[in-house]
Structure formats: C-alpha cells, structure tokens
C-alpha cells in the first residue's frame, strides 16, 4: 500500500532553518508529482511546495519563496523541503503529498489523493 512518512519536524527559533523529509512507498515514485503542504491550528491547508516527478520544475507561493526549497531523489523515493529564514507564521503541521497523474504542478489540495501523517515545525524564540 502507499505510505508517505514525512520526518525532519521540531522546533527553531526565528531566523533558523530546518529540513523535512518524505519518504514514500508503494507506488511508482518517479512518475508522480510530490508536494508539500501545511495546516496551522484554526487555518486551512496551504501549498507551499510542488515539485514535477522529474524535479525539473518547481512552484512555490509567495509566502515561502525564496526562503524553501523542494528537491526529490527518484532513486530513493524521497521528496524534501529545506526551509530557512523562518518566522512564526510558519508554524504548522507540514505535510508530504502525490498530485494525481496528468495534472502537473497543482496548488489545490484536492488533486493530491495520497498525504503522509505530517510533522510538526514549530517557530518561536
């Protein structure tokens, strides 16, 4: 069966980074687009990462970019998300997901069918 396990969470103090790390199982990784999303206690799911099953592109929001970073490796089945200067307003669950096929660098997190457990990251000084 499919399994996303997302690991890399914790906490940092403002300014720092941290990397999250997905790792996924059961279904031929290397055809699908892999995305990053959040969700804040109270708040909706918010994209802030996508990259295409081949890596050669990438999309982010305004509110992360230039500051994360979505890489994949195809040969282990991984998808990660380094993040750095983050404030406060990143605090959230962050989740690891796999956009349906034929869809390409999709924000709406109805078109992704597969979702990890998430990782808590936590921004506070």
């Known amino acids: 069966q499919v399994q996303l396990v997302e690991s890399g969470g914790g906490s940092v103090q403002p300014g720092g980074s941290l990397r999250v790390s997905c790792a996924a199982s059961?279904?031929?990784?290397?055809?699908?687009?892999m995305g990053w999303f959040r969700q804040a206690p109270g708040k909706e799911r918010e994209f802030v990462a996508g990259?295409?099953?081949?890596?050669?592109?990438?999309s982010y929001p305004d509110s992360v970019k230039g500051r994360f970073i979505i890489s994949r490796v195809n040969a282990k089945n991984t998808v990660t998300l380094q993040m750095n200067s983050l404030t406060p307003e990143d605090t959230a669950v962050y989740y690891c997901?796999?956009?349906?096929?034929?869809?390409?660098?999709?924000?709406?997190?109805?078109?992704?069918?597969?979702w990890g457990q998430g990782t808590q990251v936590t921004v506070s000084s």
């Open positions: 990259i295409s099953w081949s890596g050669e592109r990438t």
């Open positions: 997901a796999v956009a349906r096929l034929g869809l390409g660098l999709v924000t709406d997190p109805s078109k992704y069918f597969y």
């Open positions: 059961g279904f031929l990784f290397s055809s699908y687009t």
